[in-house]
Each structure stands twice: as structure tokens, then as C-alpha cells.
């Protein structure tokens, strides 16, 4: 994680899949369908966003880069075909054409150093980028990366950044089940802004109104360690939630993590109880 903080640490990411959107009107069809704003995306530029059903929950998380002359989807392969699916539902008249691409590999770069890497995408607030390129350019990425002063990460290493720096991961801290707003994403991933897009009604409407009755929150033990699946409970005993994700924290040098609590208890510094050992929620 040092690299991370330092100068630059780089991720191969097989479980991210591709989808390449063409033709004339991808740009505003897709702005249809995401929470971020793919219509002011300038070519070489990456948003992160969210697709969501009618009733505004997270089909997936995504993120948008903007080419010359397309645009590329990059998300969780095991809800690629799920994704196009429905999409393709909104797909009548416009000149705009989804196509899975398998010819190339997904890579993160995180750090101060990492934006010489690829298009500039920051995940964790240290500096980032991503890179999608074919399989048989990694030897030049290692290459570059060990010239910035970085190192080649595993996906422990970048388990251990993403839950030292808040960073949620779909299927692990949210689902198909979740809104925006539980999973903390609102700030993240949602232009508010922007026109309207499928499932905005809803996601707007939690938002004015505050209505959610959980939410994603980092925390950190005072003392001992996290387990995934843990229970959490306030100090009345009751039960407000279960860790999702759970790490060695080597920034403030105790474990830190991620879970989903009653709101009431969401609030930075509130007091938890998980497996019977204290923690608090960090600021968020």
C-alpha cells in the first residue's frame, strides 16, 4: 500500500469486463440510463457511475470512458450480460449499438504517479487511473510502473487500499438489492444535474427526503480485529448490521472496514460493538 501512497500501484482486474458502445447517439442514450453525466464526458475522460432499475436500485456499478469514437463500459463480468439485457430494452430508435469486447484487459493504477499510466480515474482520493488495454501490452505497463518508482499489486493488496480508503465493492458491501444512498454513493456516482435517466425519479426523490433506513459506513476497531460476517451491535446489544469487509489498516494501524448499519447509528464517532470487541464509525 506504500506504492499506493507514494507513487503508484497497479491492479489487473480480471474480474472486470468490457462493453463498447457505437454509433452516433451512444453518448446521449447512455446519458439516459447512468447516474453520471456521460453527455459533458470529454473524449479521454472516465466517470464513475451506476445503472439502476425504474425503482432506482443498483443494477451495477460502471465506469464511463469517453473515446474518439466510442465509448467504453467497463464493469462486473458477471453482470455484463444482465447489463446489456437491460439496456437493450431502451434501445428503439437511436443510432447507438452495445457489443461485448473480450480482446482487452482492465487495469487500475493507483497513486500520486499513476495518471502517466492511462486515463486519469481516482478511486481512493490518491491519485489513479485506469487502463484498458490488450492482454499483450502488460509487460510495457509493469515496465512504466516500475520506471515511476511503483510495484504490481494483488488482489489482496488492493483489498486492503479499497477498505482502508472507503472504497465499496459491488456483490461485497452492495447489491442488486441496494439504492444509492445505502451504499454511499450518492456523492460518488450520481450527477444530480444532469437530465433525466432511467431510475432518477427514485434516486432523487431519496435524496430530498432522506428516507433511507441503512447505510454503508467505514469503521475502524479500537482495538482487536474485524472479521467479514461479523456481527455489530450498539450499545444496547442490538444488532445494527454485519461487516462486509474488513482489512489491516497500515495508515492508522488497526483494523478498519466496511458495513451496512441502521441509519441511527451512521454517524462519524458513533460507538459499535463487533463480536463484543469496541469500534467507532470513521468520518465518512
Not at 503508484?8 to 447517439?25: F, N, Q, S
Not at 464526458?41 to 456499478?61: F, H, N, S
Not at 450498539?234 to 494501524?253: C, H, N, P, Y
Request: hydrophobic fraction near 45%; proline fraction near 4%; charge should be negative.
Amino acid at each position: 500500500m506504500r506504492a499506493a501512497h507514494e507513487s503508484v500501484l497497479l491492479v489487473a482486474e480480471p474480474d472486470l469486463a468490457l462493453v463498447v458502445v457505437t454509433g452516433d447517439d451512444r453518448a446521449s442514450w447512455l446519458n439516459g440510463l447512468v447516474t453520471c453525466d456521460v453527455a459533458k464526458l470529454e473524449d479521454g475522460a472516465c466517470a464513475y457511475g451506476l445503472a439502476v432499475t425504474q425503482k432506482g436500485r443498483i443494477i451495477t456499478d460502471l465506469f464511463v470512458l469517453k473515446r474518439a469514437g466510442s465509448i467504453d463500459v467497463v464493469l462486473p463480468a458477471r453482470v455484463r450480460d444482465a447489463f446489456m439485457a437491460a439496456l437493450e430494452k431502451y434501445l428503439v430508435m437511436e443510432d447507438a449499438e452495445m457489443a461485448r469486447d473480450d480482446s482487452r484487459r482492465v487495469w487500475f493504477a493507483h497513486g500520486p504517479r499513476a495518471s502517466t499510466l492511462g486515463m486519469a480515474c481516482d478511486r481512493t482520493g490518491l491519485g489513479g487511473a485506469i487502463v484498458v488495454a490488450p492482454p499483450d501490452e502488460k509487460d510495457q505497463l509493469v515496465s512504466r510502473t516500475t520506471e515511476l518508482g511503483g510495484m504490481v499489486g494483488d488482489v489482496s493488496g488492493w483489498e486492503a487500499l479499497r477498505v482502508e480508503r472507503g472504497v465499496p465493492a459491488f456483490g461485497v458491501d452492495f447489491d442488486e438489492k441496494t439504492y444509492p444512498q445505502e451504499a454511499s454513493l450518492e456523492k460518488r456516482a450520481v450527477s444530480f444535474e444532469k437530465g433525466c435517466y432511467l431510475g432518477q425519479e427514485v434516486v432523487c426523490m431519496l435524496e430530498l427526503r432522506g428516507h433511507v433506513k441503512r447505510k454503508l459506513v467505514p469503521f475502524a476497531m479500537d482495538d482487536g480485529t474485524a472479521e467479514v460476517g461479523a456481527t455489530i451491535t450498539d450499545d444496547a446489544g442490538t444488532e445494527i448490521g454485519k461487516v462486509s469487509s474488513a482489512a489491516q489498516s497500515s495508515t492508522l494501524g488497526k483494523f478498519v472496514g466496511l458495513a451496512m448499519l441502521k441509519l441511527a447509528q451512521t454517524d462519524a464517532g458513533s460507538k459499535l460493538h463487533i463480536a463484543g470487541k469496541p469500534a467507532h464509525v470513521l468520518p465518512h
